[in-house]
Every structure is written in structure tokens, then in C-alpha cells.
């Protein structure tokens, strides 16, 4: 993409670093929160380091916490020395010297008047040009007095720059207040102009699917119900819900993780080729696929999805607890942690073929990967060591150990046909030098540069929330079947879901 | 031993059955191979040197490489060949990670002619990067026959011996003698940074300030050749439409006049103390406009060492002020860098076409 700073300034021309932004100010709401510290300003000084941050650049912070100024910074360096721990004091105070706090009520319209003063004070000191990206990292509860406030202050409005919005998940709690949501958004900002997060799509890996699926063409012949037997998408974590308590108990594994995370990265296996590499035509066919998601059976959820909660164990040898016994979870909690879904895309594509969705805390490592399992060849020709053959796995690892993995048969050498299973690798880290990204410094990055191809649109979050309130309803209304917490922590999760899988060759992947 | 391609081939794949160093317990070993790199050293110690560098690049690079040096002595075999595995360990990962490097080394006639060997040892399906450390050489057959056939060639400028000539003859040659292979000098690589922040001084808002340059200052060190300083001068000429019309240079010039669309643009290339004269390193550019807000652009070198300054003044009130870090590149850096990337550089190949217009006409009869 050829960028206006380019086209502006031709000493840019083959800098590897061409895709750098027009001059903004990045506003945080919620800027004394853990996610500003732990990942967007060390998001935002890797961009620095890389010459991706524009020259005229200001952030402003924006919280409840009387804090001043130098305290904000404070906090903010002593938080990016646990990454960057060689950083100097000459190279912080450049990286930061366009950074303020304002301390102010998310409802305060004097809150909104001042930093109106103060964007316009950096456009003319700063040459932020009134280029303007507002980031909600705040609770979903204030989301949307900030983004009234935002538009009763006229900041919305595109009239001298660019004015963005972006805004973290949970997109709304269930199908309703997505709507409400969008509808409250979009009062004040036209779809252009809003941004809603999933970190997940900033990761190097899940935009690699795009390319491994849309760059190669040995792919696309069999990525279909003739050839894939199923798919299955695994986010397992060995985590436990940790100080999460309060958000986790009120949002479970479902909100917290399939609504976003595992129903993209299904869109991103599943789609038909866009048409192009832009926003509206990758959007377009993640939409497709999730409109195209059946909808569960609800009078025999059981088949389609289980929910686990996990009870105590040991990983790593270490006894944990499970979770009713975390701090600040309802001794009763029927929150599920770990759930399973089995989905059909009523697609001709994918007429047929199990998507498999599972994720849950406290499994015993943290894994994420997809894995294309191929239909057997109809005829077994050749003895094998142990059973049958195996079926033909495609495996994409997300993370950690980012690569492709194709599994398939080869001769045993010796005088009979035998064959073996082997695994022919590749690892993202081996072959490339360059070091992934970060998820939100390309997802920074992008929001600067106005393309949101990585961004979720609102008819997408809404069409995710509606594929998923049947499972969600019911889960929340019904108690769980016999004993719950249900699957150790430590374990692979509830036994439940293995019955899930109907065919006796379909497994739960061991990652 | 014969060395045949043949014979390295079954050395390589005893080496790989073996395991190329100590064994590790219960780590498996996996091959990757992204490149075909030949390096060519002109001696023992450069040879080690260069030996060195590849090892460093493997872990980055994983690949086939291939090292020829001529022989020290001319009683030694015509032909030997040396194979050893690379290897090290992913993070995160439980494999071993390895490549291979084969040194060649051959008497110096032999070589002139092992270009059709080095070929049959090379990877299929591999891009072939070539890599001549030293001084650009005239007709010598091993170096064209590679330099036609792989897909990119690496030479360094800050080493040769004749930079004016064996610049200019570059620029004049290159494309019509090696058409399609890309040319690529350690030298341009090295001359990033500096571009990506002079380009960064002039982002956005900035920009108009790029047709008010009148004058240009780039510090190097003295006792240097400037061919660095004098490429970056080129660079900035090229990308901004400036016109030279004096007179071509057979040596560095310390002022080059330019003709922009708006003004006359004064280059100066001005050498500055230094304590190692070997290194053709630049300290400090600036850059002045004119205007109704004259404005002064400085890149220039941090008393930190690992840090540059960026700044700059419009009207003698501080516009923009940064600080960076600026790390010297080694060689094995520098390679690293430029590997990362396989596709051709315009922007290079438009400052050495502008650079061949500033320089003295090569005498094109040396180049067979």
C-alpha cells in the first residue's frame, strides 16, 4: 500500500519502513490501566524503534486517577523496563516527550471541552495535523458515555484530519447490546471510522493463514468437504482465571473466547478467496461464513456443545486449585471455563465438515492451532505398524512455536511396505529472521494507516454474538449436567467432549 | 579423496546421520534451508573472516552455504573440500535447528574455472545470493560466470581499492554485462538508517520543506574514503530531481553544486577528526533550507554511542526533536539485513545510475 507519507515525501521511497503513518494524537481512555502499560506503549515504542511512529506524535492519557504528567511517565517507563530493559533515560524522554495525562470523569463534559484545548494545542505545536485516533480501554460499561461525549464535544467529526475510534472487546455482552452498542457507535462515527479490536487478527501467524491459503494454489483444490474430514481449532491455556475473577465470572469462556478469537480464526479457514486485499472484501466473506453457521439444536445442546469449569489439579506438578476455590469466584460459579463446539457452515464448500471449537484454562499448556484432518484414502493398499493409517493432518500453530506442519504416510524402510506416520515442519522462527510482531503494534500500526482489513466490522460482531446466544442462553439459564466442575485442572477438559465427536477416527488433538 | 560433487554430497549426508556435533539427548534435528549463499574469500585470513560471518548468518539465514578460497600454497591439492554442519536450538523448541557450509579450496587457476562445480552443488528451487567481500575485480571469469547466474550479488564499496572507478564501472555495466541478476552493495545497507531518518525529518507537515534545501553538510571521518558520504549526497540528488551539470570527478569531491526545480543545492562533504581513520563512517548531516521559515534538519551522532539525534528548527524555534538508537552494523549484520528481502531495490539502483553521472567515465574495454 502506498502511503500519503510517500507520496509527500519521496525520500521514503524504498525505505522498508514506507508504511509509516500521517502525523495523529493517540487519546487513551483508561489510561492508568494495565493494558496501556503492558501492551500498548510498548506496542508504540517498538513502532518508534522502527521508524513506524509518525514525527508528530502526542499521546494523551486519559483517566480517573489524579495523577500528574511526570507520574503518568513514571509508570508507563518503569512498566516498558521489563521489556526494554537497556532503555536510557535520552531515548525514553524523546519517546515520550509528546505524552500527557488528563485526569477527568468519563462523563464529564468539561473532561471532552479540555482535551478539544489540548488536541488543538498539539496540532498547532505538534503538527498532529487534527488527525485524531481515540482508544477505549476501559470497562465496556463506559464505552458508551465516552463515545456520546465524544461526539456532543465534536469530536468525531473528520473535518480537519481523520478521527477514529477503537474499541477493545467485549463488543457488547450478548446479540442485544452489540446492537445497542453499534447503534450507540455509530451515532457519532460512520463504520469508516470505528475500529473494534481482536488482538488475535494482529497476530503474524493468523494473518498468515490468509497468505498460506490465498498465495498457494496446492491448497485450494482440496480445502473443501470432498477432501477435509474436519477442523479443529484449539486455544488452550494453562492459566487459571488468575485476578480475572470479577470480569471472568460475568463473561466465561464463550464470551471470552469464541465470540472473538475462535470465531475469526474459523472465518480466516473457512472463507472464499476476496477479492481483494482490503478491508470491505475480507470482511465481506468472514461475514458470509458466519451467517452461514447452522444453528444449534438447543434441544439437544449436548451433541453440538459442552461447557467444563475446572476443579482442582497439578501442572507442572504443582497442585492448583479449581476454580470455585479462586479468589473472587462465586463458590457456586457455573461460569464455564472450557468449552467445545461443534459447528457446521451450511456452505457447498463446507457441506458437512465439523468445524470443532475448543478452549479452556487450566489444560496443561498453551497451545493455539488449527488443524485440518484429511479424509482417509478409500483404499488401504500397504501395512502399517500400529492400526491403520493415519489420516493426513494440516496443522497451523498460532502459538507458541509459530509454523506449519503437513503430517503424512511415508515407507518404512526395510524389505516390506510398511508405513509410518512423519511430520514434515515448518517453523516460522527457523526460516525467518525477522522476529514476529506484536499483535497491537501491528494493529497500531494499522488503525494510523486507516486500514482496518485486521479490524472487526460491526455487522461481523453482531452475526458472531447471534451464531453463539442460542449456546449462551442456555448455558446460562440451565445448570450443568451431573458433576461440575466437570474436567482436573491439569487435564484436557471435560470427557463430555470426546462423546462430542461421533466418529470413532475423530480425536481431540493431543497438542 | 577425489572432490567431486559426488563425494560432498556423501559427506554431507554422513555428517547429518552422525550429527554434526556432540549429541544431544532426545533432540531431534531438523534441516532448513531458506538460500544458497557462495561467499568468495581472496585468502586464508579473509577466509576465516568470512567463515565467521556465515556461521553468524545461519542461525538467521539457515541455508546452503558455500565458501571458496584460493589455496595458500601452491604445492596444496588442486581441489579440497571441507563440510561441516550448523546447528542451534529454537527457542521454545525442542529441535535442533542445522545447515551446512562447504569449503572449497582450490588453486587459484582451478577456480577460475569452478563455477560450474559450485553450480552443482548449489540447492534447487533456492535463491542464489553471491558474496564479494573485497575489491571489485576486473576480468575475472569466476566472479562473472557466478555474478550471471545467481540472482543477486553482494559487493562492499567501502572496500574497494578504486571507488570512483569501480563505482562508476558499476554503474555503467552492471545491467547491460548481468541482466537480471540484482547488484547490491553492504555499503547502501549500511546507508539505511541515515535515509530512514533524514526521510523522518521531512514526514507530513515536513515535506515542504524538502524543495527549500539549499545546502547539505555530511561529516565523515578523515582520512576515509567518503564513498559512503558521497553515495548518501547521490541518493538525496536522485530522489529529489536535483541536476548536476559540472564537471565528472576522477577523486571525492569536498563540494558538489546542484540544480533542484527551486534553487542551486550546495553538498559538502566534509571530513571531520576521527580516531580510527580506517572506518568510513558519517558523524553528522544537516541540512538547511531557505524560505520565508528557514529551517535547519540535523541527524547527528548522540554523545551516547548507541544513539543518534534527530531534530530540527524552523524559524530558529525547535520543530521536532528525537532520539534514537543507532547501532554500528558488522558485516554479518549488514548481510542479515539485506537477506531479509529478495526483491530488486529501485531507489539503490537509481542512486548508483546517478552517481555513474557524476564520476568519471569507466574505460569499458576492461570488462571483457
Known sequence: MVTPVLL?????????????????????????????????????????????????????????????????????????????????????NSFSQNFHYMAGGYDDAKTYQALSKVLDDMDKDNGTAGNRIYYLSTPPEVFEDIISNLGAAGLSKEDKGFSRIVIEKPFGRDLDSAKELNLKVREVFQEHQIYRIDHYLGKETVQNLLVMRFANSIFEPIWDRRHVDHVQI???????????????????????????????????????????????????????????IRPFDTHAL??????????????????????????????????????????????????????????????????????????????????????GLSPNVLVVRIQPDEGITLKFETKVPGMSMEARTVNMDFSYGSSFAEGTSEAYERLLLD?????????????????????????????????????????????????????MLEKPWRKWRRL | MTTTAQSIEKDLADLWKQGPEENVKGAGLQKVYTTNLVAYASGHDEGYRVEQILNDLAEDHPGRYILIRPA????????????????????????RICCDLVKLVA?????????????????????????????????????????EESNRVWVDSSKFKEPIKSIARLSAFWDKRYHPTLLEDLNWVRLKRWRALIAELFDGVWAKYLGHIRQVTIEYGEGSQPTRSFLLACWLAAQLGWKYTGPRFSSYPNQLEFESPEGPVQVLLKPV???????????????????????????????????????????????FSRTVTFEHLHTNELLHVGLKHLEPDPVWKKTLAFAGTLLEKPDLTQTR
Open chain 1, 234 to 292: 484449539t486455544a488452550s491455556e494453562e492459566l487459571g482465571v488468575g485476578s480475572r475473577a470479577g470480569y471472568y465470572e460475568s463473561s466465561g469462556i464463550l464470551r471470552d473466547m469464541f465470540q472473538n478469537h475462535l470465531f475469526q480464526v474459523m472465518c480466516l479457514i473457512a472463507m472464499e478467496p476476496p477479492v481483494a486485499y482490503d478491508a470491505d472484501a475480507i470482511r465481506n466473506e468472514k461475514l458470509k461464513i458466519l451467517k452461514s
Open chain 1, 302 to 387: 449436548d451433541n453440538w456443545a459442552v461447557r467444563g469449569q475446572y476443579g482442582p489439579g497439578y501442572l507442572e506438578g504443582a497442585k492448583v486449585p479449581g476454580y470455585r476455590q479462586e479468589e473472587g469466584v462465586n463458590p457456586k460459579s457455573i461460569t464455564p471455563t472450557y468449552a467445545a463446539l461443534k459447528i457446521f457452515l451450511d456452505t457447498w464448500r463446507w457441506h458437512g465438515v465439523p468445524f470443532l471449537l475448543r478452549s479452556g484454562k487450566r489444560l496443561p499448556k498453551r497451545a493455539t492451532e488449527v488443524a485440518i484432518q484429511f479424509k482417509e484414502p478409500p483404499n488401504l493398499l500397504f501395512k502399517t505398524n500400529v492400526g
Open chain 2, 273 to 319: 577528526p576521527v580516531p580510527d581513520p580506517s572506518l568510513d563512517r558519517i558523524f553528522a548531516i544537516g541540512l538547511v533550507t531557505d524560505g520565508v521559515e528557514p529551517g535547519i534538519f540535523t541527524v547527528v551522532r548522540d554523545e551516547d554511542p548507541h544513539c543518534v539525534v534527530v531534530r530540527s528548527e524552523i524559524s530558529h524555534k525547535l520543530a
Open chain 2, 72 to 95: 595458500a600454497d601452491p604445492t596444496e591439492p588442486a581441489l579440497r573440500h571441507y563440510v561441516s554442519g550448523h546447528c542451534f536450538f529454537e527457542e521454545g523448541r525442542e529441535k
Open chain 1, 447 to 499: 488503525c494510523m494507516l486507516g486500514d482496518a482489513t485486521l479490524f472487526i466490522r460491526g455487522d461481523e460482531a453482531e452475526a458472531a454474538w447471534g451464531a453463539l446466544m442460542p449456546v449462551l442462553t442456555q448455558w446460562e439459564t440451565t445448570e450443568p449436567a451431573g458433576d461440575f466442575p466437570n474436567y482436573e485442572a491439569g487435564s484436557w477438559g471435560p470427557v463430555a467432549a470426546d462423546r
Open chain 1, 8 to 92: 509527500e515525501n519521496p525520500l521514503r521511497q524504498g525505505l522498508f519502513s514506507d508504511r509509516v503513518p500521517p502525523p495523529c494524537s493517540l487519546v487513551i481512555y483508561g489510561a492508568s490501566g494495565d493494558l496501556t502499560a503492558r501492551k500498548l506503549v510498548p506496542a508504540l515504542f517498538d513502532l518508534y524503534q522502527k521508524h513506524l511512529l509518525p514525527t508528530s506524535f502526542s499521546l494523551i492519557g486519559i483517566s480517573r486517577s489524579k495523577i500528574s504528567d511526570d507520574e503518568f511517565k513514571q509508570r508507563l517507563k518503569e512498566s516498558l523496563k521489563k521489556t526494554e530493559p537497556q532503555l536510557s533515560d535520552a531515548l525514553w
Open chain 2, 107 to 147: 588453486q587459484k587457476d582451478v577456480i577460475e574455472n569452478l563455477y560450474g562445480f559450485t553450480f552443482s552443488l548449489l540447492l534447487p528451487d533456492l535463491p542464489v545470493e553471491f558474496w564479494w567481500p573485497g575489491d571489485l575485480p576486473y576480468n575475472n571469469v569466476f566472479f562473472d560466470k557466478m555474478a
